[in-house]
């Protein structure tokens, strides 16, 4: 489709920048696995370390979707549609799984950047699946911002983990251990 050809190098750049992500997002859990946890971590990870992998994921399917050689606009965008009420539903599930965990006290920057922001990326996304059928560009503007807002999120999401786990819950184990 010639309206996509555009978006070539675009798409590389996002998908392999999510799919190296991913990539080193599994070797910092890994990493982090290695300082002991306590309380209700399972229902955590579900609502802070869950959802950045997911979000990775979506722009990398978002940048195949895209690359693949379409015949016309209508089945990406059903595909968009389909990606971007299924992200609304997931957000939802996350603030269920952010309200009934016990381990942290989320902060605004937490709801902002677990919540409203993925929301608004993959809302953007089921819109421009709807505006596809009139604005095909515009649309593929839509996907764009979605994908690279997903991306940020992620990177974000990723970023703050990391550093709660080395500087708070570490800090915390180390005056534990010098108490005793």
């Given at each position: 489709?010639?309206?996509?050809?555009?978006?070539?190098?675009?798409?590389?750049?996002?998908?392999?920048?999510?799919?190296?992500?991913?990539?080193?997002?599994?070797?910092?859990?890994?990493?982090?696995?290695?300082?002991?946890l306590?309380?209700?971590?399972?229902?955590?990870?579900?609502?802070?370390?869950?959802?950045?992998?997911?979000?990775?994921?979506?722009?990398?399917?978002?940048?195949?979707?895209?690359?693949?050689?379409?015949?016309?606009?209508?089945?990406?965008?059903?595909?968009?549609?389909?990606?971007?009420?299924?992200?609304?539903?997931?957000?939802?599930?996350?603030?269920?799984?952010m309200?009934?965990?016990?381990?942290y006290?989320?902060?605004?920057?937490?709801?902002?950047?677990?919540?409203?922001?993925?929301?608004?990326?993959?809302?953007?996304l089921?819109?421009?699946?709807?505006?596809?059928?009139?604005?095909?560009?515009?649309?593929?503007?839509?996907?764009?911002?979605?994908?690279?807002?997903?991306?940020?999120?992620?990177?974000?999401?990723?970023?703050?983990?990391?550093?709660?786990?080395?500087?708070?819950?570490?800090?915390?184990?180390?005056?534990?251990?010098?108490?005793?």
């Amino acid at each position: 489709m010639p309206a996509l050809g555009g978006w070539e190098n675009f798409y590389v750049i996002v998908g392999s920048s999510a799919g190296a992500l991913i990539g080193l997002q599994f070797v910092v859990l890994t990493l982090i696995s290695e300082i002991p946890l306590a309380g209700d971590v399972t229902r955590a990870s579900g609502a802070f370390a869950t959802p950045t992998i997911v979000h990775f994921g979506a722009v990398l399917l978002l940048s195949a979707v895209i690359s693949a050689p379409w015949d016309g606009i209508t089945a990406v965008a059903i595909l968009w549609g389909a990606m971007g009420l299924i992200g609304m539903t997931y957000v939802l599930i996350v603030a269920r799984r952010m309200r009934l965990q016990t381990v942290y006290a989320p902060q605004f920057e937490d709801r902002l950047f677990h919540l409203l922001l993925p929301f608004a990326a993959y809302a953007t996304l089921a819109g421009a699946a709807y505006a596809a059928r009139s604005n095909v560009s515009g649309a593929l503007f839509g996907v764009g911002t979605a994908a690279l807002l997903l991306l940020f999120v992620g990177i974000h999401n990723a970023w703050d983990a990391v550093t709660y786990h080395v500087y708070v819950r570490k800090q915390g184990q180390r005056r534990a251990e010098r108490g005793r």
